[in-house]
């Protein structure tokens, strides 16, 4: 099946950095989307990323859609202390079966902030 | 808006019995997907419903079963659970098919 590769494994940064992530595949996908996960709550959104190419910001956070489709970025400028927490890639390919095929997860990136 | 509800939030159960797991999607939404998070495996595809009917299925057991009501709520049983069957479940709806999936805040299962 498809797998994704996200790196690094974990960050461990001071204050006011900025901080860059990403995920490559073996596979095309047509759609990607960067989740931030805190202890005990599920995965909140951050961006989504729909065509090969797309540049997308959301405040102090910007990824990119590779231009191949294998690919994807996730930037933080300025980290700030509620920055903490596992960011996921997520790769979706189409449809399959009448209905959207599920999202393909990368393992996380393990965002740590030093005093 | 609401977001995702699931119920429970925690569950604790014994080998070999069964568990269901309840998930109300975001209002209007018609899609719902189910993903199992491990340490070990991460997050992982279980099955997508839309519309009442299932559309897709990830890589588990037939023990792993689910459905969907025609109020788009769902509901995702797991028969003759295994320890390794302990995780974090997760509930994601969307509006459409290929647009963004929005999570729950999960069940946590504990088979012992």
């Known amino acids: 099946g498809q797998q994704l590769n996200q790196s690094p494994q974990s960050m461990f940064i001071q204050e006011g950095e900025d901080v860059s992530m990403n995920c490559t595949s073996s596979?095309?996908?047509?759609?990607w989307l960067w989740y931030k996960q805190e202890p005990g709550e599920g995965p909140v959104l951050l961006i989504a990323?729909?065509?090969?190419?797309e540049l997308t910001s959301n405040g102090r956070l910007t990824a990119q859609f590779g231009i191949t489709r294998k690919d994807s970025f996730l930037n933080i400028s300025a980290s700030i202390p509620s920055d903490v927490g596992i960011y996921f890639c997520?790769?979706?390919?189409?449809?399959?079966?009448?209905?959207?095929?599920?999202?393909?997860f990368g393992k996380g990136t393990h965002l740590i902030i030093q005093p | 808006k609401a977001g995702v509800t699931q119920t429970p939030r925690y569950l604790i159960k014994t080998r070999g019995q069964q568990v269901t797991l309840s998930c109300s999607p975001i209002s209007g939404h018609r899609s719902v997907s189910w993903y199992q998070q491990t340490p070990g495996q991460g997050l992982q595809f279980l099955f997508e419903?839309?519309?009442?009917?299932?559309?897709n299925k990830g890589n588990f057991p037939g023990r792993f079963s689910g459905r969907q009501f025609s109020n788009s709520r769902s509901e995702m049983n797991v028969s003759t659970l295994e320890l390794g069957d302990s995780a974090l479940y997760l509930c994601?709806?969307?509006?459409?098919?290929?647009?963004?999936?929005?999570f729950g805040q999960g069940t946590r299962l504990t088979v012992v």
């Open positions: 997520a790769g979706q390919l189409g449809y399959s079966g009448g209905g959207a095929d599920g999202l393909t």
């Open positions: 419903y839309f519309s009442e009917t299932q559309r």
């Open positions: 596979s095309i996908f047509n759609t």
């Open positions: 990323l729909y065509k090969a190419g």
């Open positions: 994601a709806s969307r509006g459409q098919p290929y647009t963004e999936a929005f």
